[in-house]
């Protein structure tokens, strides 16, 4: 027995439809899902927080004497997260940078900090200057795309970069270069990682 016509032509028709419907959604969620090819990940050091934790799992010590932190950052969905007291969700989380000075970090420290808030992925410059700590936001920055990242030293200033766009914070230091040791991922603020969160940074200078 034949087929009829109309009936092949229905069948046809729904199961192109629903192609163009798939295409048509994975089109809309790859910016945020998408994930750099194997090639390019390969190149970055990966950084875990895990849940409960506030330290990532890489975080040996090492000395800097540097006038410029110059590195490539890229974050995935797991940087998507919401905080258990929602005034919580505006503490900066911290990216990557050193101390200054000679000095401890809540002393005198530059650093990138992250936070995920009003539905962005929102970068930071972040310093202490005599205990005192001062931040203000750079931009906001794509997940899945890789992000451009660096920090300047001068006598009087930090200059921080992202991907092109520019905010500058005083710096107290008194010495020429950035004189103390590499600061890492770390998530907080009062609460802890809420899941896992996965980060992966590359040196560029």
């Known amino acids: 027995m034949k087929t009829p016509l109309f009936i092949i032509t229905v069948l046809c028709f729904a199961v192109t439809g629903c192609t163009k419907s798939?295409?048509?959604?994975?089109?809309?969620?790859?910016?945020?899902?998408?994930?750099p090819i194997?090639?390019?990940?390969?190149?970055?050091?990966?950084?875990?927080?895990?849940?409960?934790?506030?330290?990532a799992d890489v975080n040996q010590i090492k000395n800097v004497d540097i006038a410029?932190?110059?590195?490539?950052?890229?974050f995935d969905s797991s940087a998507v997260y919401t905080s258990i007291q929602p005034i919580n969700q505006l503490?900066?989380?911290?990216?990557?940078?050193?101390?200054?000075?000679?000095?401890?970090?809540?002393?005198?420290?530059?650093?990138?900090?992250?936070?995920?808030?009003?539905?962005?992925?929102?970068?930071f410059a972040y310093v202490y200057n005599n205990g005192t700590v001062v931040s203000e936001e750079i931009t906001s920055v794509a997940?899945?795309?890789?992000?451009?990242?660096s920090i300047q030293i001068t006598a009087s200033e930090y200059i921080f970069t992202v991907n092109g766009q520019t905010q500058m914070l005083p710096r107290k230091s008194s010495t020429?270069?950035?004189?103390?040791?590499q600061l890492y991922p770390y998530f907080g603020g009062d609460e802890a990682a809420p899941h896992d969160i996965t980060i992966r940074i590359k040196n560029l200078k």
């Open 68 to 74: 410029e932190m110059k590195f490539s950052v890229l």
């Open 176 to 181: 020429t270069t950035a004189m103390g040791y």
């Open 38 to 55: 194997p090639s390019v990940i390969d190149s970055y050091t990966k950084f875990t927080l895990k849940k409960g934790q506030h330290f």
């Open 91 to 123: 503490d900066i989380n911290k990216l990557y940078g050193f101390s200054d000075n000679k000095a401890s970090h809540h002393q005198f420290s530059a650093r990138i900090g992250w936070r995920w808030s009003n539905n962005a992925l929102r970068l």
């Open 22 to 35: 798939n295409d048509a959604l994975n089109s809309k969620i790859a910016p945020s899902t998408s994930s």
């Open 143 to 149: 997940i899945g795309a890789e992000t451009v990242c």
